[in-house]
T-cell receptor, first 114, second 110 residues
Framework: GAGVSQSPSNKVTEKGKDVELRCDPI?????LYWYRQSLGQGLEFLIY????????KSGLPSDRFSAERTGGSVSTLTIQRTQQEDSAVYLC????????????FGPGTRLLVL | GEDVEQSLFLSVREGDSSVINCTYT??????LYWYKQEPGAGLQLLTY?????DMKQDQRLTVLLNKKDKHLSLRIADTQTGDSAIYFC??????????FGSGTRLQVQP
């Protein structure tokens, strides 16, 4: 596709439920990043995938958060037993080999936990 | 304290220049960035500067970097109403992820 796509664009869930957020990076981009943007805040790094290397999970806020990247392309961010403080916009970005300094962002998934 | 700091709000008149400022604490960054976020949209990379440069110009945008003071600025010449958005300063870290400021909301008045 032309850009990074994310789905769903909006998700409303009840506290305690699990949610899955999907990211389709730009074709050929080997690096993929997840960030979280809480209301009125900057972006907070969550996790980083680079090719087949082990992901950098150092930004995940708790063990309720996990992410996978299948086949080096699509990534899924899973939040288990959601809490109200998980409400935020979850942004995915990708970058191509040798140009990791240029990250292209998707439109985000707006998550609201009631 | 915050790793990257920005003022929260800037209001300018259409046609004036806008200057958005950012300070950071991590001196090991290779690149520093400016992103634009319009309402309900994702982040758009506006420009970036390599850490060994002190200025970069791209059409209406001028980025100034003062490494000694750890200060980055974005100047928008001839600001238009379409420039109204939130502008984020960011820098890379050793792990390639970006560290962002909390954003500056630019309001352009006609």
């Amino acid at each position: 596709g032309a850009g990074v796509s994310q789905s769903p664009s909006n998700k409303v869930t009840e506290k305690g439920k699990d949610v899955e957020l999907r990211c389709d990076p730009i074709s050929g981009h080997t690096a993929l990043y997840w960030y979280r943007q809480s209301l009125g805040q900057g972006l907070e790094f969550l996790i980083y995938f680079q090719g087949n290397s082990a992901p950098d999970k150092s930004g995940l806020p708790s063990d309720r958060f996990s992410a996978e990247r299948t086949g080096g392309s699509v990534s899924t961010l899973t939040i288990q037993r959601t809490q109200q403080e998980d409400s935020a916009v979850y942004l995915c970005a990708s970058s191509r080999p040798g140009r990791e300094e240029t990250q292209y962002f998707g439109p985000g998934t707006r998550l609201l936990v009631l | 304290g915050e790793d990257v700091e920005q003022s929260l709000f800037l209001s300018v008149r259409e046609g004036d220049s806008s200057v958005i400022n950012c300070t950071y604490t991590d001196s090991s960054s290779t690149y520093l960035y400016w992103y634009k976020q319009e309402p309900g949209a994702g982040l758009q990379l506006l420009t970036y500067i390599f850490s060994n440069m002190d200025m970069k110009q791209d059409q209406r945008l001028t980025v100034l970097l003062n490494k000694k003071d750890k200060h980055l600025s974005l100047r928008i010449a001839d600001t238009q109403t379409g420039d109204s958005a939130i502008y984020f300063c960011a820098h890379d870290t050793g792990r390639r992820a970006l560290t962002f400021g909390s954003g500056t909301r630019l309001q352009v008045q006609p």
